[in-house]
């Protein structure tokens, strides 16, 4: 009885991820695609590791703390009014791989 229950907990959280990704991944599309997927405003472009390496190396408190303020001409949080520190995290993953 315990296996079956760790099994159905296990899957259970395994949605529950997937169903957040989901929502990151919304959130991808309607705040920061625009300039992460064109390089508007010399935005870096999504998945472009030379573009990310200067900033990766600058660490991820450091990402996190300039996209939550905002840097150049990329607003406060990149308009993700209402994304958490941990949806931000997650976006910068996003763009940064």
């Excluded at 315990?2 to 099994?7: A, P, R, S």
């Excluded at 899957?11 to 169903?19: P, T």
């Excluded at 994304?83 to 995290?89: F, G, I, N, R, V």
Aim: with cysteine; hydrophobic share 40%; aromatic share 2%.
């Amino acid at each position: 009885m315990n296996k079956l229950l760790l099994v159905l907990m296990a899957g259970s959280s395994l949605s529950l991820n997937a169903i957040a990704d989901d929502a990151v991944d919304a959130k991808f599309q309607k705040s920061c695609s625009v300039c992460h997927t064109t390089g508007v405003l010399n935005a870096p472009k999504i998945g472009d590791k030379a573009a990310w390496a200067p900033r990766l190396k600058q660490g991820k408190a450091t990402l996190l703390k300039n996209t939550k303020n905002g840097l150049k001409l990329m607003p406060p949080k990149g308009t993700c009014t209402n994304c958490t520190d941990e949806e931000l995290s997650k976006l910068i993953d996003m763009v940064t791989k």
